[in-house]
């Protein structure tokens, strides 16, 4: 693997939310946590947080508040 090459994947958890944490306001993460029977969504931007039904549903719209995925 070449030396230089970083991946937010290979990150321990605490080192991906920290630089979640100083992104400056960037869609750079997005949660989907289980509350009771439903889920909180939020992102990174701190521009969206819902609720939603299912964790699918969570998913889904985070993809959607992204634009990975059309409204």
């Known amino acids: 693997m070449d030396e230089g090459y ?5 990150e321990k958890p ?9 992104s400056g306001g960037t869609c750079d993460g997005q949660a989907v946590i289980p509350d009771g029977e439903r889920y909180r ?11 939603a039904d299912s964790q699918a549903e969570g ?3 985070a993809r959607v508040h992204t634009g990975s995925l059309p409204a």
């Open 6 to 10: 970083d991946s937010a994947l290979e």
């Open 41 to 51: 969504c939020w992102c990174s931007c701190g521009e969206w947080s819902v609720e």
């Open 59 to 61: 998913l889904h719209l």
């Open 14 to 22: 605490l080192e991906f939310l920290t630089s979640i944490a100083n």
